[in-house]
Each structure stands twice: as C-alpha cells, then as structure tokens.
C-alpha cells in the first residue's frame, strides 16, 4: 500500500507560493495600520474576545508562582518567628538582670548605709550556699581566715543581726543564724529596757526570750536590739519583733515569742563585724591597791568628824569645820536661870 500525500498538498500552489502571499498580506496588513490606523478598532475587539482565553492560560502559570510564594512567605514568617523569640528570651533575660542589678544595688546601698550607723569596722562578704544540714541554720560566706575574718565574730545585714561566725576556714566562713538551737543573744526591749536572753528555736526560724518574769512589761509588736553586755554584739542593732507573749501565772517564766527582722531569705550580700565594741579597761592591780589605801586614809577624817565625849576636849584635825569645835556655845546656857534670884530683891522692896 503506498502512501498519498492529504489532499490539501496535492491541490494549490506550493508551500514557498503560499508563504511569499501570507507574507505579502501580512506586511500590506502592517503599512495600512502604521498609516491609517484602520485596524485598531479590530485589535480591540479581537483582544477583547481573547482576554478571558488569556486569564485562563495564565491560571497555571499565577498557581505555580502563588504557591511558590506562599511557601517562601510562610518560611520566611516562621525564620522571623524564630528571630523574635530569641530576641524575646534574650531581651527578658537582660531585663531579668537588670531587676536583679537594681535590687542588689539597692541592698548594697543599705549595707552601705548600716555599714556607717555601726560603731566598729565592718566587711562586705557574699553568700555562697546553704549547709546541707537540715537539723542546723548555717550558711558559708566568701570570707575566710585570707581576709581577716576571725571566730565569733557577729554578721549583720541593713536590717539587724544575722548570725555568727562560728567556723573558719582560709577563704570561706561558716555562719550560724540566730535562728539555731545553739545561739543565744542577749538582749534587750527597746521601749523600756527590759533584759531577757534570746535562744533560737531551730526549724521555725523563730527566736524565744527565756528565763522572763510573767509579770514582765513585753508587749506584741515590741522591737527587740541588742544589749552589748557580751561584749561581742554592739549595743543597738534590732534583733527581732515581738510576736507572742503568753503569761502563766503558774510557772516561774512566761513564754515570749520572737520574729528576726534580718534574714538571707531575701539577701545575698552581709556585714561581718571585724572589730569589737569598745569597753572602758579594767584598771591595773597598782592603781586598785593605791585606791584602797587612799581610802583606808580617808576613814578616820569622817570618824573624827563626830561629836567628842562630853568633858573631853578633841583635837582639832585637818577637814574639821567650826561646828565641831567643843561645846562653849552651850556652857553659857545656866547664866539665864543664876539672874532670877537678883529680881526677886527688887519685888520686896516695893
């Protein structure tokens, strides 16, 4: 079976024929809408029909770039998601810092402060960490025997006492608060005076005044300071405030209850005291010896200074006055009684 050509190429003029004609007509089509602009109208029409065929070739085209987009959009939000909650995290933590700088500048401005109202030399020192042992209230402090810290020494904050150093070691200190079952303070009542001796009571983190009378003069709300009677504390640093007061009138001592006011629940820096309070000194053994015998002296210038025996005449002794001089004052007194007897005369005559 032999192949024939369609019937469209085997009728007409040849395929060069027909494009020099399409050509022809194409470029009279183009010389008459350059010079007349005859073919606009139809332009217009013709895009006008083709307009919608047109949307609707594009459509794949507008999905394909839509979806591109919405993808790269999507990433590029959640990358800049990302990048605001870093930020977000890094700007609450800076500003957590600086809440945190400002509270402790704060209470080193009141350590400050304290540091100048307390008569002795004081240090600066840091909490380190809490002892680990539950029966006891001890914290250790970034000061030890290398900065001067010696045992015994009492640690303060701006609002009063903390505790004591009671271990030292060459760089750190360990420090018993007075909330501890083994420290005991004396003290006393800052509205009138009254004297007690506070004991810790361990876990509670509460202090009691023992040994009180139950007729003693406390009252709930009373500031407690120290008495400097031990030497070691200063005298006036608040201690505690006064939270229960129970009187049993069948007992020796009432109960007094106390809250500390200092604490290291909400500090990190405390003073250590490094020098003790003054106290006058005891005077030498000489000077106490030359007291005694100037006073043995002494006691016989004060017996001397007693009425004489009558009929003796006393000595006169350095430091008598005129009124202990004999009695001549008196002798004259019977002279009023002797001039009776001459008046009598005088009666019986008349």
Same mark, same amino acid.
């Given at each position: 079976?032999?192949?024939?050509?369609?019937?469209?190429?085997?009728?007409?003029?040849?395929?060069?024929?027909?494009?020099?004609?399409?050509?022809?007509?194409? @470029?009279?089509?183009?010389?008459?809408?350059?010079?007349?602009?005859?073919?606009?109208?139809?332009?217009?029409?013709?895009?006008?029909?083709?307009?919608?065929?047109?949307?609707?070739?594009?459509?794949?085209?507008? %999905?394909?770039?839509?979806?591109?987009?919405?993808?790269?959009?999507?990433?590029?939000?959640?990358?800049?998601?990302?990048?605001?909650?870093?930020?977000?995290?890094?700007? &609450?933590?800076?500003?957590?810092?600086?809440?945190?700088?400002?509270?402790?500048?704060?209470?080193?401005?009141?350590?400050?402060?304290?540091?100048?109202?307390?008569?002795?030399?004081?240090?600066?020192?840091?909490?380190?960490? /809490?002892?680990?042992?539950?029966?006891?209230?001890?914290?250790?402090? /970034?000061?030890?025997?290398?900065?001067?810290?010696?045992?015994?020494?009492?640690?303060?904050?701006?609002?009063?006492?903390?505790?004591?150093?009671?271990?030292?070691?060459?760089?750190?200190?360990?420090?018993?608060?007075?909330?501890?079952?083994?420290?005991?303070?004396?003290?006393?009542?800052?509205?009138?005076?009254?004297?007690?001796?506070?004991?810790?009571?361990?876990?509670?983190?509460?202090?009691e005044l023992r040994?009180?009378?139950?007729?003693?003069?406390?009252?709930?709300?009373?500031?407690?300071?120290?008495?400097?009677?031990? *030497?070691?504390?200063?005298?006036?640093?608040?201690?505690?405030?006064?939270?229960? %007061?129970?009187?049993?009138?069948?007992?020796?001592?009432?109960?007094?209850v106390c809250q500390?006011?200092?604490? @290291?629940?909400?500090?990190?820096?405390?003073?250590?005291?490094?020098?003790?309070?003054?106290?006058?000194?005891?005077?030498?053994?000489?000077?106490?010896?030359?007291?005694?015998? @100037?006073? *043995?002296?002494?006691?016989?210038?004060?017996?001397?200074?007693? !009425?004489?025996?009558?009929?003796?005449?006393?000595?006169?002794?350095?430091?008598?006055?005129?009124?202990?001089?004999?009695?001549? &004052?008196?002798?004259?007194?019977? &002279?009023?009684?002797?001039?009776?007897?001459?008046?009598? !005369?005088?009666?019986?005559?008349?």
């Amino acid at each position: 079976m032999e192949y024939s050509p369609p019937p469209l190429f085997k009728q007409g003029a040849s395929a060069r024929v027909k494009m020099m004609v399409f050509a022809g007509i194409s @470029i009279a089509l183009l010389l008459v809408d350059s010079r007349m602009h005859a073919l606009t109208a139809v332009r217009q029409a013709v895009g006008t029909v083709l307009y919608p065929v047109q949307m609707a070739a594009l459509v794949p085209r507008d %999905v394909a770039l839509g979806v591109g987009t919405y993808f790269s959009s999507l990433s590029a939000l959640e990358k800049q998601v990302r990048d605001l909650k870093h930020e977000q995290i890094a700007s &609450a933590q800076i500003l957590q810092q600086a809440q945190l700088n400002i509270v402790e500048n704060n209470h080193l401005r009141k350590l400050m402060e304290a540091r100048e109202r307390v008569p002795v030399k004081s240090m600066l020192a840091e909490i380190l960490y /809490d002892t680990r042992d539950s029966a006891t209230r001890k914290i250790v402090l /970034d000061r030890g025997i290398q900065h001067g810290v010696e045992l015994g020494r009492p640690v303060i904050d701006n609002l009063g006492v903390v505790g004591q150093v009671t271990r030292v070691f060459p760089f750190t200190s360990e420090v018993t608060l007075l909330t501890d079952e083994e420290q005991a303070i004396p003290v006393q009542l800052l509205r009138n005076g009254v004297r007690s001796v506070a004991y810790g009571r361990g876990k509670s983190g509460t202090m009691e005044l023992r040994f009180t009378e139950p007729t003693a003069d406390i009252q709930i709300g009373d500031i407690v300071i120290t008495s400097g009677l031990d *030497g070691l504390y200063p005298a006036g640093l608040a201690v505690a405030r006064v939270t229960l %007061v129970e009187r049993n009138a069948h007992g020796p001592f009432g109960r007094v209850v106390c809250q500390p006011l200092a604490g @290291i629940e909400r500090n990190t820096q405390l003073l250590i005291l490094t020098t003790s309070p003054d106290i006058p000194p005891r005077p030498p053994v000489e000077e106490i010896k030359v007291g005694r015998k @100037i006073a *043995g002296k002494m006691a016989p210038i004060k017996d001397a200074a007693k !009425p004489a025996a009558p009929g003796t005449t006393p000595a006169a002794t350095p430091g008598t006055t005129p009124a202990a001089t004999p009695p001549a &004052a008196t002798a004259p007194a019977p &002279a009023a009684p002797a001039a009776k007897p001459a008046t009598a !005369p005088t009666e019986t005559t008349r």
